[in-house]
């Protein structure tokens, strides 16, 4: 078992709908959470980060964190085509250095 | 504005020649940087953490002598890919990561292609 999973996709969705991206850890003591975005032939840039169980909000762009599952999503509102790109989830313990998924592509459809 | 800058952005060497890579934090201090390499439509792969003043830790698998990392400032380290060979071609990637916080910045990246 990976230590970080994530849906490979592609997940493809319309313009305009909400995409849904899904993170699944295994190291319980990990305390921070963060999601990336890599375009194509580009850089990772981070997009979010969570600490705490909940939700976090910022734009377009929501956050969940469930410890108790193990569990971080990414909601993305009102997805546009500029959005399409991999998302990257990860996961840091109290102090070290970050584990990623693998990623999950998403197209959005015009 | 960026907070990473990494140069060259491009390079092309013939194999068996040397190849350094510049990662500069540009908005803050950072003691400790990551250097990431990324083959195409792959995951991407830490190669070692570089902390400043000491030498850098490597991931398992990743030769330690092939790839030299110097962390000589709170601001600057530099990969160098020895002894270049084509399958060393690949898309390498370094970040920062704000102590507090531990969010990482990434920078642009060098895409190495080795002929």
């Known amino acids: 078992q990976k230590e970080v999973e994530q849906n490979s996709g592609p997940l493809s969705v319309p313009e305009g709908a909400i995409a849904s991206l899904n993170c699944t850890y295994s190291d319980r003591v990990s305390q921070s959470f963060f999601w990336y975005r890599q375009y194509s032939g580009k850089s990772p840039e981070l997009i979010m980060s969570?600490?705490?169980?909940g939700d976090k909000e910022d734009g377009r762009f929501t956050a969940q964190l469930n410890k108790a599952s193990q569990y971080v999503s990414l909601l993305i509102r009102d997805s546009q085509p500029s959005d399409s790109a991999t998302y990257l989830c990860a996961v840091t313990p109290n102090a070290g250095k970050s584990t990623f998924g693998d990623g999950t592509t998403l197209t959005v459809k015009p | 504005g960026a907070v990473v800058s990494q140069h060259p952005s491009r390079v092309i060497c013939k194999s068996g020649t040397s190849v350094k890579i510049e990662c500069r934090s540009l908005?803050?201090?950072?003691?400790?940087m990551f250097w990431y390499r990324q083959f195409p439509k792959q995951s991407l792969m830490l190669m070692a953490t570089?902390?400043?003043?000491?030498?850098?830790?490597?991931e398992q698998g990743v030769e330690k002598d092939k790839f030299l990392i110097n962390h000589a400032s709170l601001t600057l380290s530099t990969l160098t890919v020895t002894s270049a060979h084509p399958e060393d071609s690949s898309f390498y990637i370094c970040s920062v990561t704000r102590e507090s916080s531990y969010e990482q910045y990434f920078g642009p990246g060098t895409r190495l292609t080795v002929t």
């Open positions: 969570i600490y705490s169980n």
């Open positions: 908005d803050f201090q950072a003691t400790t």
């Open positions: 570089s902390n400043e003043g000491s030498k850098a830790t490597y």
